[in-house]
Antibody
Framework: EVQLVESGGGLVKPGGSLRLSCEASGFTFSTYAMSWVRQVPGKGLECISG????????YYADSAKGRFTISRDNSKNTLYLQMNSLRAEDTSVYYC????????????WGQGTLVTVSS | EIVMTQSPATLSVSPGERATLSCWASQSVSSNLAWYQQKPGQAPRLLIYGASTRATRIPARFSGSGSGTEFTLTISSLQSEDFAVYFC?????????FGQGTKLEIK
């Protein structure tokens, strides 16, 4: 069974940093592209970053460029999102998601981790 | 960035009836279009990819159609568990973007 378990969310002050992790199991992690998708509770979804299976290619939404870094450790079956210079508008539930079709659509999602940016 | 627009924002339908949800792309995404269902407190669930291919274990009452800029998700006979929010998403090129969602509620 595919499982994705996020961790690392919490309350952080504006300008602060946080690193999210997503531990994967039940599939060959290194063969799948992965993404981080966020959602303000009750609102829409935003793909903020993606990474290829090897980790060699990364993608960012404009809202994340220059502040967030996606990475993966295939030896640990873990996806990461380093978030710096956090803003109030980054407050969201952050999901990791497994990508299919060259990473384009997402067939498995974690339960999400809430990031709250507030002073 | 490709903008995805869904209509209507809220759709009220009675159980057993058909529901038709629409999604438009600001430019052609070919068939690189997925649909998701989301229930309160849960992560999204993939329903359709490639505009018309049902994902694993998705009931046949869910069907998708369209290509280019206009897409439709049809639920042929609504069951109680189908009342949820539905999102479309393109994946033609990065950044992949979602529509704002259609809330399907019980009439």
């Amino acid at each position: 069974e595919v499982q994705l378990v996020e961790s690392g969310g919490g309350l952080v002050k504006p300008g602060g940093s946080l690193r999210l992790s997503c531990e994967a199991s039940g599939f060959t992690f290194s063969t799948y592209a992965m993404s981080w998708v966020r959602q303000v509770p009750g609102k829409g979804l935003e793909c903020i970053s993606g990474v290829s299976g090897s980790g060699g290619s990364t993608y960012y939404a404009d809202s994340a460029k220059g502040r967030f870094t996606i990475s993966r450790d295939n030896s640990k079956n873990t996806l990461y999102l380093q978030m710096n210079s956090l803003r109030a508008e980054d407050t969201s539930v952050y999901y990791c998601a497994r990508g299919l079709g060259f990473g384009g659509y997402y067939d498995s999602w974690g339960q999400g981790t809430l990031v709250t940016v507030s002073s | 960035e490709i903008v995805m627009t869904q209509s209507p924002a809220t759709l009220s339908v009675s159980p057993g009836e058909r529901a038709t949800l629409s999604c438009w792309a600001s430019q052609s995404v070919s068939s690189n279009l997925a649909w998701y269902q989301q229930k309160p407190g849960q992560a999204p669930r993939l329903l359709i990819y490639g505009a018309s291919t049902r994902a694993t274990r998705i009931p046949a009452r869910f069907s998708g159609s369209g290509s280019g800029t206009e897409f439709t998700l049809t639920i042929s006979s609504l069951q109680s568990e189908d009342f949820a929010v539905y999102f479309c998403q393109h994946y033609k090129n990065w950044p992949y973007t979602f529509g704002q969602g259609t809330k399907l509620e019980i009439k």
